[in-house]
């Protein structure tokens, strides 16, 4: 005896054709990366690269100008606890749709990066919560705060937190780096 196996059957499991849309199907109810790959039959880091590829096809749906926009934002962390990174978004109040979102520290930098394209779309008006960073972003004539302005935006938070383990406050899940959740969020937001 030789002692060496003969693999029969073999198939890659990777590039059967439905293989990218069960990706797309499965972050979007919200399992887990070792989930997923144990589900498809692929590998971790097939999965990783896949996710990736998946999410640079995906553009930035087109903003109609003269829109009402909701604006809010929402702590996560990467790898630790004490890696706080926050997902700014804005969400069109009528379609309920996700036109735009940032991932990075809670500074101005990270709000302006969304707020810049709702003020390149013309919006009529920008309903923000209380936070003192809009004020000096979004001019006086497009920004309100006001009581149950942002009932949608917040909402789709809790719809987030959610759908997508690895937004929730407590749980085991987490995202391990940056490229990644921005990858997820790009293919649950516009896919």
């Not at 809670?106 to 990066?113: D, E, G, K, M």
């Not at 013309?122 to 919560?129: L, M, N, R, V, W």
């Not at 959610?162 to 987490?174: A, D, E, I």
């Amino acid at each position: 005896m030789c002692k060496k196996t003969k693999v029969e059957y073999y198939t890659n499991n990777a590039y059967k054709t439905d293989t990218n849309n069960n990706i797309i199907l499965f972050t979007k109810e919200g399992l887990g990366i070792r989930s997923i790959a144990r589900i498809l039959q692929i590998s971790t880091t097939t999965l990783l690269k896949r996710i990736i590829s998946i999410a640079k096809n995906i553009n930035q749906p087109i903003i109609s100008n003269g829109k009402d926009y909701e604006v809010d934002e929402m702590r996560t962390f990467i790898k630790r606890k004490d890696k706080l990174v926050w997902i700014a978004y804005a969400l069109e109040k009528e379609s309920k749709n996700v036109v735009s979102f940032s991932v990075g520290k809670r500074t101005n930098r990270t709000l302006h990066a969304v707020t810049k394209t709702l003020e390149l779309s013309d919006a009529k008006k920008i309903y923000t919560d209380g936070l003192r960073n809009y004020s000096s972003l979004i001019p006086s004539r497009l920004h309100v705060v006001k009581q149950f302005g942002t009932n949608h935006i917040e909402r789709k938070n809790l719809t987030l937190r959610t759908h997508l383990k690895r937004l929730n406050r407590r749980t085991l899940c987490f995202s391990r780096s940056l490229p990644i959740l921005n990858a997820v969020l790009k293919i649950y937001f516009w896919r």
